[in-house]
């Protein structure tokens, strides 16, 4: 592995994270208006995409998973 792709790694799983954060915030209110409706299913697509990323960087650089 070279040091931009544990860099890329590394910026993934913050966003990853990040992204995970924000949708836990917005379910724990009891009452979603249509935008953040929208917005949760927005940051759920970006969210399985930096996953998605993450697993194919992974695989290509033999780093295992994060926990």
Request: no cysteine; charged share 40%.
């Amino acid at each position: 592995m070279n040091d931009f792709e544990g860099e890329r790694i590394r910026e993934l799983e913050l966003r990853h994270r990040d992204l995970d954060e924000a949708v836990t915030r917005l379910g724990r209110r009891a009452y979603l208006t249509p935008g953040e409706q929208r917005e949760i299913s927005e940051l759920k697509k970006q969210k399985l995409l930096a996953k998605d990323q993450l697993t194919v960087l992974r695989r290509n650089s033999d780093i295992p998973p994060a926990e």
